[in-house]
C-alpha cells in the first residue's frame, strides 16, 4: 500500500522591522534542501505594535519556530511560555521553538558569536580584556557569553547610559567578569590594553552601509581582535580596523553559528554547516 501522501511544509522564520534585507532564509533554505526536509523558512515583516499578534499566528500556524529579529528580541519575552535560563539571565530571546503546545525562548546570538571568535578567529576570550560597542540585545547576549567563558573585564560603551548601566550592572552581579560602563558621547577611544574590540550596535547595517562607528580608529592597535556583528563581510568599520593592523572577523560566521543552532533547536538534526555558509556566500558574492 503507497504512503499517504503529505503535502504540508513544516514552518519557521524571522520577524522583524525591517526585515527585508535579512538574510537568514538564504542559509536555513539551503539547509532544509541539503537534508531533505520539507520545511520553509519565511521573511515576516512585523511592526512592534503587533508583535503580540504575530506570537498568536505562530500558534495558530502550528509553526516550529521562529527568529527575532530588532526590534523583537526583547519585546517578545511577555509572550513566551519559558526562557531558557543564559536568555533569561541576556534578557533577549532570538529563537522561539515550539514544543508541544508550548513556547520556548532562547538565544543563540552569543554562542554563535563565541563559536565564530573561537572556530574562525582561534581567539580564546579567558583572560581577555574586553570593548563591546552597544548595550542592545546583541550586546547583551555577547557580553553574557563572553563573561561566562571567563573574559576578565568587560567595557560596555554605550550613548544611554540608563541602559548602558543596566547592562553593567547585571554582568557584576550575575556572572564573574569586572564589568564597566564608558559613556559614548563622541569619538570613542579604546583603551590600551583592549585584547578584543566588539561593534554590537546595528551601525551599518543595511541601508546605511556606509556608516561605522564614531570612535578614535587611531587607538586601534595591531595587538587586537576587532569583530563585528553586521553581517556584511568587511564593513567599513572592519576595513578601517584592518588598516590599523588589527585582526578582523566580520559577523557571518556568527549569523551561520547561530542559525546552526537554531536549526538544530528545530528539527532536532544537526545543521549542514558547509552548506549554510556557502549559500550565504554566493549570496553575498563571495564564491
Known amino acids: 500500500m503507497a504512503d499517504t501522501p503529505n503535502y504540508k511544509a513544516e514552518l519557521v522564520g524571522v520577524f522583524g522591522h525591517p526585515v527585508a534585507e535579512n538574510p537568514t532564509v538564504v542559509m536555513h533554505e539551503a ?8 520545511w520553509r523558512y519565511l521573511t515576516i515583516e512585523v511592526y512592534p505594535e503587533d508583535l503580540e499578534a504575530a506570537m498568536r499566528g505562530v500558534r495558530a500556524f ?7 529579529t530588532i526590534p523583537h528580541k526583547v519585546a517578545v519575552l511577555p509572550y513566551l511560555d519559558e526562557v531558557k535560563p543564559a536568555a533569561a539571565l541576556m534578557g533577549a530571546v532570538n529563537t522561539v521553538v515550539r514544543v508541544g503546545d508550548r513556547l520556548m525562548g532562547e538565544n543563540t546570538d552569543g554562542k554563535g558569536f563565541m563559536a565564530a571568535l573561537t572556530r574562525d578567529a582561534k581567539v580564546d576570550p579567558a583572560g581577555k580584556s574586553v570593548v563591546v560597542l552597544g548595550a542592545g540585545g546583541a550586546a547583551r547576549a555577547i557580553t553574557v557569553e563572553l563573561a561566562l567563558a571567563g573574559a576578565d573585564r568587560l567595557t560596555v560603551v554605550n550613548r544611554s547610559p540608563g541602559r548602558g548601566g543596566e547592562l553593567v550592572e547585571l554582568l557584576n552581579s550575575k556572572t564573574p567578569v ?6 559614548w558621547s563622541g569619538p570613542y577611544s579604546v583603551p590600551a590594553g583592549t585584547d578584543i574590540l566588539i561593534n554590537a550596535t546595528s551601525i551599518g547595517l543595511f541601508p546605511n552601509v556606509h556608516e561605522k562607528p564614531e570612535i578614535a580608529y587611531n587607538s586601534i592597535t595591531p595587538g ?3 569583530c563585528d556583528v553586521i553581517h556584511t563581510p568587511m564593513t567599513p568599520f572592519l576595513e578601517e580596523a584592518g588598516r590599523h593592523g588589527a585582526q578582523t572577523l566580520d559577523g557571518l560566521g556568527m549569523l551561520v ?5 537554531g536549526f538544530k533547536l528545530w528539527t532536532g538534526l544537526d545543521a549542514p554547516v558547509k552548506a549554510m555558509y556557502d549559500a550565504l556566500a554566493r549570496a553575498f558574492g563571495l564564491a
Do not use: P
Not at 569586572?178 to 559613556?183: G, L, M, V, W
Not at 553559528?257 to 543552532?261: C, E, L, M, N, W
Open 31 to 38: 539547509a532544509f534542501a541539503e537534508m531533505g526536509l520539507n
Open 257 to 261: 553559528y547561530q542559525g546552526a543552532i
Open 178 to 183: 569586572k564589568a564597566e560602563f564608558a559613556a
Open 224 to 226: 587586537m581582535v576587532v
Open 62 to 68: 502550528n509553526m516550529r519556530g521562529i527568529n527575532l
